[in-house]
């Protein structure tokens, strides 16, 4: 259950006491990004008095996580969890469990490990021979044998066993009828009692096969993300905001990518990912330039547009009044357009009275940026 | 000879009397491309561009004799359109479609295990052949026919490095888009391999991304084989770690998909790789001197 306040959370911790007769409670912060417990994150409370005190604690906090960097994440809201590590007839144990591409088969694997809760990419890197990976041939999906294969690897017997199998095959028709990219379930808990569980998870959705689940867009938390990001997203800007001082302009994702490398290599550092796409039309270059401008970190901005269908002069055009209807750009602005109609923008740009440097080869573009910023 | 397509082609479009589908076989067929026909599914018999509309790819087929299909269909009708044409019997199947769910793909590529049809793509430019054939949305001026192959994940970076290829003197023999989602079927090791064996190819330039290992995976298999000088470069070197840059599949998801850990298992197989994408023509000129002296 999930609450807002620290009342809503001793409500919350009454109800699952009501639904599930425990009397500890686990009290996690929600935010999108892994790593809360090191962070302080993730309190047990033991009393309705301590839910209400963990709860007040983490929301509105500041939580800073290995992958949340320095700056972290502000808990808007807490997960009240029932305690599942209670006491029992037989031992808790924590396994591994995720559900991803292979890209090199182009099949889905379930990948598991009897080491649970603890960071996979170490147990890879340090007992790779306690990783196993279980690959589902999708004319017929995941079998039967495959999911007893999983329970006996994990070392299950009895009670656990059929209840892995069980939650085996119910999370991989999860993964499958949800369109997601990537699960990972870690711990995956087997109680003192054998029942198994997920106790947190990780779940990365298929952008491209949103359209087939309308009702994930009502679940979307926005204040989970970059703000700039979501505003260029609702102009069909592909923006990803990065630390550096140069931002850039530029058509196609691999030009984007490696117009990013040309900054480094000239001695900044990108300041965003941003791929106008195909259409690079005035309104989208002003919109463009509005939201990198919004990052103050940004001492100069390198537009790179290689125009193959789109025609050079009319970018060059589009550039030009997008700065005029802007105003002041108090960056200078290195422009660089090649393809179709590249020497008529070029002149465009030159003709244009405006404070912007244009160059024709990326080369010239490189030598560009590294004098601007010096 | 080159590679995939030649003038000899004979291409149909599926997604034909779409916008998308229109202004690139109009486009296309400017180029010289031998354009035989459509396909959309309820406008056969029609007629479109000057060249028959057919309702399925099986009709357009027995027809025209098309041997090749090029694919603008939408995001969610993709797939299937891609396993018709592959049952259809149709060799070279070119997906520009972008937006494909990766689950539809990882079915497709499961039906085409035991086709005799060639995908290349989806989510790519597509491949031209330079002066005879554009089965793609390249703009074709820029590729101006000569020895160099080029097999890229990006589209408009494809466009920057043919540029460069010719600014510096040199031409391109075929261009191969291969595409820059998780599932893609045609593989940078498969171009570079047809480029391998191609009379009229004398250099390749093979670019890369970062996510995935598909550019290590050809590394490894020119050093076993290649016959040629490579060229490489990889994007996305100021990339961080799990965010997606713009394509689907470009993604850092641990330490060997980054592009630095790309360009060392490259540089110890033996292609010359460059840190900055603004000197792959100069280069691949340059390594083609030092082999022909």
Not at chain 2, 73 to 100: H, R, S
Request: charged content about 20%.
């Amino acid at each position: 259950m999930v609450a807002d306040t620290s009342d809503e959370a001793v409500a919350a911790a009454k109800e699952l006491q009501k639904q599930t007769g425990t009397g500890w409670w686990v009290v996690k912060a929600q935010i999108h990004a892994g790593g809360r417990g090191k962070g302080g994150g993730v309190k047990l409370a033991k009393t309705l008095d301590k839910v209400k005190e963990k709860a007040g604690a983490i929301i509105g906090m500041q939580l800073i996580t290995p992958q949340t960097g320095p700056q972290g994440k502000k808990v808007n809201k807490v997960l009240i969890a029932q305690d599942v590590y209670y006491p029992g007839p037989n031992k808790t144990a924590e396994f591994y469990m995720s559900v991803l591409l292979n890209r090199q088969t182009g099949r889905n694997i379930i990948m598991y490990s009897t080491e649970g809760g603890m960071d996979i990419e170490e147990v890879a890197a340090h007992t790779p021979e306690k990783i196993f990976k279980e690959e589902v041939d999708p004319k017929v999906g995941l079998q039967g044998f495959q999911t007893r294969k999983i329970a006996f690897n994990l070392g299950l017997s009895g009670n656990a066993f059929k209840e892995m199998t069980k939650f085996v095959a119910a999370l991989y028709a999860a993964y499958i009828n949800s369109d997601s990219s990537m699960f990972e379930i870690n711990p995956v808990l087997k109680t003192s009692d054998d029942k198994i569980i997920a106790v947190d998870a990780k779940v990365n959705l298929d952008d491209n096969a949103l359209f087939r689940h309308a009702d994930y867009a009502a679940m979307r938390d926005k204040t989970e993300e970059d703000p700039t990001e979501v505003e260029a997203s609702e102009h069909d800007l592909n923006y990803v905001k990065l630390d550096g001082n140069v931002g850039c302009m530029v058509n196609g994702a691999g030009l984007a990518m490696a117009t990013m490398d040309i900054i480094k290599l000239a001695g900044g550092e990108p300041a965003n990912f941003l791929d106008v796409g195909g259409t690079a039309n005035a309104a989208r270059v002003e919109k463009a330039f509005r939201i990198i401008l919004k990052d103050p970190n940004v001492k100069a901005i390198l537009v790179n547009i290689f125009g193959g269908i789109v025609r050079c002069d009319r970018v060059a055009q589009g550039i030009v009044d997008a700065y005029k209807s802007i105003g002041e750009i108090p960056v200078p602005i290195i422009v660089r357009l090649q393809g179709t109609n590249a020497d008529e923008a070029k002149k465009i740009i030159d003709q244009s009275g405006l404070k912007v440097f244009s160059a024709i080869l990326l080369k010239e573009a490189a030598d560009l940026v590294a004098k601007v910023i010096k | 000879m080159s590679v995939l397509v030649n003038k000899n082609s004979k291409i149909i479009v599926q997604g034909f009397t779409g916008t998308e589908g229109t202004f690139h076989a109009t486009q296309m067929i400017e180029y010289g491309t031998n354009v035989v026909g459509g396909v959309t599914p309820g406008k056969g018999g029609s007629k479109h561009l000057d060249r028959p509309v057919f309702n399925t790819v099986a009709d357009a087929v027995k027809q025209t004799g098309a041997d090749v299909s090029i694919v603008f269909v939408p995001p969610a009708f993709a797939g299937d359109a891609i396993m018709e044409a592959a049952e259809a019997g149709i060799k070279l199947v070119v997906a520009i479609t972008e937006g494909i769910p990766t689950k539809d793909m990882i079915q497709v590529r499961e039906y085409l295990r035991d086709k005799n049809t060639r995908l290349i793509g989806p989510n790519c430019p597509g491949v031209i052949t330079a002066g005879e054939c554009k089965v793609g949305i390249m703009p074709g001026f820029v590729f101006k026919a000569g020895k160099i192959g080029i097999v890229s994940k990006s589209g408009t970076l494809t466009y920057e490095a043919a540029d460069q290829v010719v600014k510096a003197g040199a031409g391109i023999s075929t261009a191969i888009g291969i595409g820059g989602d998780p599932i893609i079927a045609t593989t940078t090791q498969e171009a570079v391999e047809l480029f391998m064996n191609d009379p009229d190819t004398e250099a390749i330039v093979m670019i890369g991304e970062i996510g995935g290992s598909l550019e290590a995976e050809a590394a490894r298999w020119i050093k076993q084989n290649g016959t040629k000088p490579v060229v490489g470069f990889i994007a996305g070197q100021t990339a961080p770690p799990g965010r997606r840059m713009g394509h689907a599949g470009a993604i850092i998801g641990g330490a060997d998909d980054t592009a630095a850990a790309k360009m060392k298992i490259m540089r110890e197989c033996g292609i010359t790789v460059v840190e900055s994408p603004a000197v792959i023509g100069e280069t691949i000129v340059e390594v083609l001197k030092k082999v022909v002296a």
